[in-house]
């Protein structure tokens, strides 16, 4: 069972550190209908099946779902790191203002990490193993600045230092196995920055880490982003990582988006029933030691053959509650829930409210 006190509270104190919503801040990225598709010997796989959404300078959006759900591939066409020989993207991807649904790579890398910075999963493989930390860091920075090596030495030393990695100017000059995983995962976000972009991805950014280093990395990526302004973009499959740092969360499921609102809407009062088996499948604090975890049943579905309706519905309890195969035999919309603007599911459950009210949170106490 789930500990949901547990989950709001760190919710408020997320949003108790980070500043109010501004309605009018400058949209960084505005993603609308992104197919991404791979051919393959055994079909088409759809790995982005029509998401959008869009995100603000200064603010965070949480893009939550189990592997395989379309999270990193959709953000990696933002990056513009799929093979455009492999890969089928439609839709529209505008950066900045820029269309970069067929951009060409040049325009790419011209983009990347002075507009659009990517902290990978893991950098112990991301990070060049036979170049010193501050020499990659250098080298992104001369990249888009026409300044000297010494110069751009400098300026790695004093992002080192900013991320609170101690003694930057003796770490620069080591190479990435001297240092822990949590340093690693410092440096790399020192990389992303360096250059001050106008967005940043983190994919899983806190895997393989421990709980406190965990908390460090995200309070400093907090910190991070009052300073330089950057809308962020986090990709996680951990609920708690969400309530610490998200502004809003789109939950997403066989390529598609099936839920999106604030965190504090999505955690506290989510509509969908894919978000309240994600919400079970959470370990509680306060349980009997020996008591079960509720995982949801099934797999994720193959996103080749995705099933007919909605996707998630082989895995529903509650698609009975529609009534007359609906759900297996139509895909519902995404749209607006009545009375909460800005708030969407994909669901055809008459009042998912009630239902997650009087059934379903009282399980998770």
Same mark, same amino acid.
Request: hydrophobic share 40%.
């Given at each position: 069972?789930?500990?949901? @006190?547990?989950?709001?509270?760190? !919710?408020?104190?997320?949003?108790?550190?980070? =500043?109010?919503?501004?309605?009018?801040?400058?949209?960084?990225?505005?993603?609308?209908?992104?197919?991404?598709?791979?051919?393959?010997?055994?079909?088409?796989?759809?790995?982005?099946? +029509?998401?959008?959404?869009?995100?603000?300078? +200064?603010?965070?959006?949480?893009?939550?779902?189990?592997?395989?759900?379309?999270?990193?591939?959709?953000?990696?066409?933002?990056?513009?790191? %799929?093979?455009?020989?492999?890969?089928?993207?439609?839709?529209?991807?505008?950066?900045?203002?820029?269309?970069? !649904?067929?951009?060409?790579?040049?325009?790419? $890398?011209?983009?990347?990490?002075?507009?659009?910075?990517?902290?990978?999963?893991?950098?112990?493989?991301?990070?060049?193993?036979?170049?010193?930390?501050?020499?990659?860091?250098?080298?992104?920075?001369?990249?888009?600045?026409?300044?000297?090596?010494?110069?751009?030495?400098?300026?790695?030393?004093?992002?080192?230092?900013?991320?609170?990695?101690?003694?930057?100017?003796?770490?620069?000059?080591?190479?990435?196995?001297?240092?822990?995983?949590?340093? $690693?995962?410092?440096?790399?976000?020192?990389?992303?920055?360096?250059?001050?972009?106008?967005?940043?991805? @983190?994919?899983?950014?806190?895997?393989?880490?421990?709980?406190?280093?965990?908390?460090? /990395?995200?309070?400093?990526?907090?910190?991070?982003?009052?300073?330089?302004?950057?809308? /962020?973009?986090?990709?996680?499959?951990?609920?708690?990582?969400?309530?610490?740092?998200?502004? %809003?969360?789109?939950?997403?499921? +066989?390529?598609?988006?099936?839920?999106?609102?604030?965190?504090?809407?999505?955690?506290?009062?989510?509509?969908? =029933?894919?978000?309240? +088996?994600?919400?079970?499948?959470?370990?509680?604090?306060? @349980?009997?030691?020996?008591?079960?975890?509720?995982?949801?049943?099934?797999?994720?579905?193959?996103?080749?053959?995705?099933?007919?309706?909605?996707?998630?519905?082989?895995?529903?309890?509650?698609?009975?509650?529609?009534?007359?195969?609906?759900?297996?035999?139509?895909?519902?919309?995404?749209?607006?829930?009545?009375?909460?603007?800005?708030?969407?599911?994909?669901?055809?459950?008459?009042?998912?409210?009630?239902?997650?009210?009087?059934?379903?949170?009282?399980?998770?106490?």
């Amino acid at each position: 069972m789930t500990d949901t @006190a547990g989950v709001e509270q760190s !919710v408020n104190a997320g949003d108790a550190r980070r =500043p109010p919503l501004d309605p009018n801040a400058q949209v960084v990225l505005e993603v609308e209908d992104l197919k991404v598709e791979f051919p393959t010997a055994d079909g088409l796989v759809h790995a982005v099946n +029509g998401v959008s959404y869009q995100v603000k300078a +200064g603010q965070t959006l949480a893009i939550v779902g189990e592997s395989g759900s379309g999270k990193s591939v959709s953000s990696m066409a933002v990056m513009g790191l %799929h093979d455009t020989k492999k890969a089928r993207i439609s839709g529209s991807i505008r950066l900045d203002g820029k269309e970069l !649904v067929g951009a060409s790579a040049n325009t790419f $890398r011209d983009l990347r990490s002075e507009t659009v910075a990517m902290i990978f999963q893991d950098p112990q493989s991301s990070l060049h193993p036979f170049k010193k930390v501050g020499a990659q860091i250098t080298e992104a920075y001369r990249a888009h600045h026409k300044v000297s090596k010494s110069v751009a030495a400098k300026r790695a030393v004093e992002m080192l230092d900013r991320v609170g990695i101690p003694n930057p100017a003796r770490r620069a000059k080591q190479y990435p196995f001297e240092f822990s995983g949590g340093m $690693r995962q410092r440096a790399m976000i020192a990389l992303g920055l360096v250059n001050d972009p106008k967005l940043l991805i @983190a994919d899983e950014p806190t895997t393989a880490l421990d709980v406190t280093v965990q908390a460090q /990395i995200l309070d400093l990526m907090n910190d991070l982003q009052r300073e330089f302004g950057s809308a /962020i973009i986090m990709i996680t499959h951990d609920l708690a990582v969400v309530a610490e740092v998200a502004d %809003h969360v789109m939950v997403m499921y +066989g390529g598609r988006s099936v839920e999106f609102g604030t965190a504090q809407q999505v955690l506290a009062n989510p509509r969908h =029933p894919y978000t309240w +088996g994600l919400l079970s499948s959470v370990p509680s604090l306060t @349980a009997d030691v020996g008591s079960d975890l509720k995982p949801i049943q099934g797999s994720p579905p193959s996103l080749v053959h995705l099933p007919s309706g909605c996707s998630f519905h082989p895995r529903c309890d509650f698609k009975e509650r529609v009534g007359g195969g609906k759900c297996a035999r139509d895909l519902p919309e995404f749209i607006e829930v009545p009375g909460e603007p800005g708030r969407l599911s994909r669901c055809f459950l008459p009042d998912p409210a009630q239902i997650f009210a009087t059934e379903v949170a009282p399980n998770l106490e």
